[in-house]
């Protein structure tokens, strides 16, 4: 049985423009959808467009055209369902530092409506890790707890899809561990997820789909796996002047792809191999390399011209 969507957005368009001469297309004619209990991750560069994927979705943006439906309900004609349908998690710390977690879980409870009687703040506070931290004030709570403590306000209303933008960005490495732990519990527990980072490693860990924004503009939507294959083998093709004894694994993770009389195709693991190596052992056969072209269209080259600039 196929997993159904839970939030797609089609044809997805947003023009900022503060005056005529000057305005910026963050998202062009963006689509993907999201399926049920996965973890998206929205990976991309800062600039991308991330953070105006996620404010469209939370109403703080209003998109230029395209369709938006979250949990069935069309972001034009259902608004408030749309909101309650989703938790946001935002960047930037916003916490009220003479609240403590407890107090400051109930009155965001109340916003949103949800009465005494059907409140879960306990659970939301033991699902953090926070059940110790309950009366303490936000202030004296340190950078980690502050930030699940965002997580677990954005799980008052019981959202089936929690948005995070940038969970970790200048969080320390125990501290992200800590918080793919929590993000995973969660999940287990149904909730779908929906991440943008511009970590890769992190997109690797967490993710089980991806898309990659450059520039408003999705470069990439696949499997992790499908996108790891694609990053971690690289293909390279030599034009040799004799058919050389070659096999799979006469180097480390390298696949034989075709061996003739003027040409040799390849394929290894960048991190298992280099293309020096391959070269060597061809010398060492006696065959002499007349070109060599590699398959520059992977993934890896998507990544780092994203990366950079
Ligand atoms: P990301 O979150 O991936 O870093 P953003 O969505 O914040 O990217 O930004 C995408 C583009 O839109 C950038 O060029 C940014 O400068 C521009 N942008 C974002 N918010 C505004 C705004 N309120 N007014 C004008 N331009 C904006
Ligand atoms: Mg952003």
């Not at 696949?255 to 391959?278: A, D, G, M, Q």
Request: with cysteine; hydrophobic share 40%.
């Amino acid at each position: 049985m196929s997993k159904k969507n839970v939030l797609y957005v089609k044809n997805l368009n947003k023009i900022y423009s503060k005056n005529s001469s000057k305005s910026i297309h963050a998202l062009s004619n963006l689509n993907l959808e999201v399926k049920e209990n996965e973890i998206f991750g929205l990976l991309g560069p800062n600039g991308a467009g991330k953070s105006t994927f996620i404010n469209i979705l939370s109403g703080l943006v209003n998109k230029t055209s395209g369709e938006v439906n979250v949990w069935g309900f069309d972001l034009d004609k259902n608004p408030r369902q749309v909101k309650a349908s989703l938790g946001i998690v935002p960047q930037e710390v916003n916490l009220d530092p003479f609240f403590n977690p407890k107090k400051l879980l109930e009155l965001h409870a109340g916003f949103y409506g949800v009465k005494k009687n059907e409140r879960i703040t306990e659970t939301i506070l033991k699902l953090v890790s926070l059940e110790n931290q309950a009366g303490s004030y936000s202030r004296n709570l340190s950078g980690g707890m502050k930030r699940r403590l965002l997580i677990a306000k954005a799980l008052v209303h019981q959202p089936p899809i929690v948005i995070l933008d940038e969970p970790t960005a200048g969080v320390d490495v125990e501290l992200r561990k800590n918080l793919w732990e929590n993000l995973k519990l969660l999940n287990e527990q149904g909730v779908t997820i929906i991440l943008t980072t511009h970590y890769i490693h992190e997109a690797e860990q967490m993710c089980d789909q991806i898309g990659i924004l450059n520039k408003g503009q999705l470069v990439a939507l696949d499997t992790t796996k499908n996108l790891l294959d694609k990053i971690q083998r690289k293909t390279v093709r030599f034009v040799l002047n004799s058919k050389v004894n070659i096999k799979d694994n006469s180097l480390n993770s390298l696949k034989i792809i075709s061996s003739n009389s003027n040409e040799l195709v390849v394929s290894y693991e960048k991190n298992k191999l280099e293309i020096e190596k391959i070269i060597s052992f061809l010398g060492s056969q006696n065959v002499k390399i007349n070109d060599i072209t590699t398959d520059d269209g992977d993934l890896e080259d998507v990544f780092i011209k994203l990366t950079k600039n």
